[in-house]
């Protein structure tokens, strides 16, 4: 197993290989606007550091969001365009729970097979959806059903304006940069600000050995800022 993994729905353009067991390799760029440009030469980079090539690839993961319109489009459609040139399978994950696991977990790095999760309680992950707002859900650690890999997503992922969170919600925890953005209103920020596409391959990898289902849907959670007049007419 060779799974390569793209997600642009942060500030960072990420993409990860990781055969299953381990983190093979990431790469990152801090990057709000220019995806076209800089994914294809990071996917060239990171194949070439770990010494490999995209005939070796047997599948691929992408990160569904949510995120901006553009930039998660763009991951979205270079998974796919890669998987159907290669006639691999593409499988989605949401990109909140992966910055969850990386809020959780206590070894994820590049090159890791352990993922012991840290004994917190719950945690919330709060992301820049621009226009003021965050795109947000709550996590917390456990097993049985709704678990992945240790993980429980309390309810769907959500786009609200921060102070239109609950107090108690915004007092958690956070993760990714909703506490950089608004500070004041997120007054506990941990560390992880962006999608470790390195953990996103690993966990991609072992739910692909799983069989368990991963339909590459983009959570948008709203319409992009540039429609067509049948779109904007459109309830």
């Known amino acids: ?43 060239a980079a990171l194949l070439r550091d770990v010494g490999t090539g995209v005939g070796d690839l047997t599948g691929l993961v992408v990160g569904t969001g949510p995120g901006p319109f553009t930039g998660l489009r763009v991951g979205m459609v270079t998974g796919l365009t890669m998987g159907h040139a290669l006639g691999v399978r593409v499988h989605g994950m949401c990109s909140l729970d992966v910055l969850a696991h990386q809020a959780l977990c206590l070894e994820c790095g590049p090159g890791r097979s352990d993922h012991r999760l840290r004994t917190r309680g719950e945690v919330l992950v709060a992301t820049d959806a621009r226009r003021r ?4 859900a709550r996590y917390l650690p456990g097993t049985g059903p709704g678990a992945h890999d240790g993980v429980v997503r309390v309810g769907d992922p959500a786009v609200d304006r921060p102070a239109e969170l609950p107090p108690g919600v915004r007092s958690l925890p956070t993760a990714g940069r909703g506490p ?18 390195g953990l996103l391959a690993l966990l991609g990898a072992r739910r692909v050995a799983s069989a368990e289902p991963m339909p590459v849907e983009p959570l948008y959670l709203r319409r992009p800022d540039a429609l067509t007049t049948a779109e904007r007419a459109t309830p």
């Open 180 to 197: 950089v953005l608004y500070p004041d209103l997120f007054p506990n920020p941990l560390d992880p600000l962006d999608v470790d596409a």
């Open 133 to 136: 707002e965050v795109y947000w």
């Open 1 to 43: 197993m060779l799974i390569l993994a793209i997600d642009t729905s942060t500030s960072a353009i990420g993409v990860g290989l990781s055969d299953g067991e381990s983190v093979l390799g990431a790469a990152h760029r801090i990057e709000a606007r220019g995806h076209t440009e800089h994914l294809a030469p990071l996917v």
